[in-house]
């Protein structure tokens, strides 16, 4: 349970469920191990049982694996659950697997994210994908968090098409809404004044996130637009290395680092932005683009995995190529240069999200998959 996306929606879903309709909910996870902190710190998960299994770890590991296996097995014959829903590779396949070989009546998955892609090495893809495949067969139904999973999983053969349910990953959209209230207060806080137009990422500064090429992309962008900041939030292993990618293009004065923050700085720190742009080379469904939607910002995006369901040209934001770097440039220009553009595209993606994309949106839906298979059994 790291900070990210998958986490919070899991999160969410838990204590819906709880608060709601009154289900009993265990959570079973293991350590949050690495650079991005931990969300369940602070008292996140309220009153959400959580087990803590230290073997299941997010590496491959035989030994931690087999260790890890182990423990889902006996906390669900502990727990006796009508539904075990899974989250993540590592989670889904384990989780899978025990929840399977006891007979639980739903067993459902949730692809946040394809575990193969282009930029693995054939074999790794082959063997993720193989993985995928394998741990469909012990579920019952897969939910995607975009359109653009199902179609990636039902094209790799991971399985049949009717055995998937799209449901947008849900989030609390009320600090959303009130994001633009913070304007001003963030603004001073970062050293931007009333000119300068703010451009937000939201991303891990890591592997295949787009933080070089947006920076890349920066360099025409500020020589016509001088007025144009970057605030890049949250934190990574590339850290050092973009900061001397900003430092050797003399774009130092444009970039400001606001670090890992907490899921509830995040609305604060849109407030301050006037458009959010995503780079990433894939990603289900990024949560920063709806999110900055619902707080009435423009969103640019790659065209991959998700992106294009809420990224709609002309409409909510700006769609390019993936990779195209020129075509990231003239986006970035685009709505520098053309206020009334920003707040027309923010006002129609605000409108056209915040519903779906609620939390309790999600949890209903999700609910109604877990009861529909308990019916069948």
Partial sequence: MIIGGAQENTLLNCLD????????????????????????SQGRAGE?????????RRNIHPKWDWLASREISKALMEFKPDVVHTHSAKGGLLGRRA??????????????????????SSLAREFFRRCERWASARCHRLISVADAMTDMMVEAGVAPREKFKTIYSGMNVEP?????????????????????VVIGKIARLFHLKGHQDLINAAVAVVKSQPNVRFLLVGDGILRKSLTQQIDELGLSKHFVF?????????????????????????EGLARALPQALI??????SYDVDGA???????????LVPAQ????????LEALALDGALRQRLGEEGQRRFTEQFDHRTMTAKVREVYLEQIAKR
């Fill in 258 to 282: 606001a670090g890992l923050v907490q899921p509830s700085e995040v609305p604060t720190l849109i407030g301050g932005m006037d458009a959010l742009v995503h780079a990433s080379y894939r």
């Fill in 295 to 300: 707080a009435g910002l423009p969103v640019i």
């Fill in 17 to 40: 469920l709880i608060r709601e309709y009154g289900d009993d909910v265990l959570l079973l996870t293991g350590p949050a191990l690495g650079p991005e902190g931990d969300l369940l």
């Fill in 99 to 120: 929840a399977w070989k006891l007979n639980v009546p739903a067993v459902v998955h949730t692809i946040h994210g394809a575990p193969f892609h282009p930029y693995q």
């Fill in 308 to 318: 294009r369901e809420v990224t709609i040209t002309g409409q909510t934001g700006i």
């Fill in 48 to 56: 959400l049982p959580v087990q803590v299994l230290p073997s299941l």
């Fill in 324 to 331: 195209d770097v020129s075509a990231l440039s003239e986006a």
């Fill in 176 to 196: 959303f809404t009130r994001a633009k209230e913070h304007r001003a207060a963030v603004r001073r806080k970062y050293g931007f004044e009333d000119e300068h």
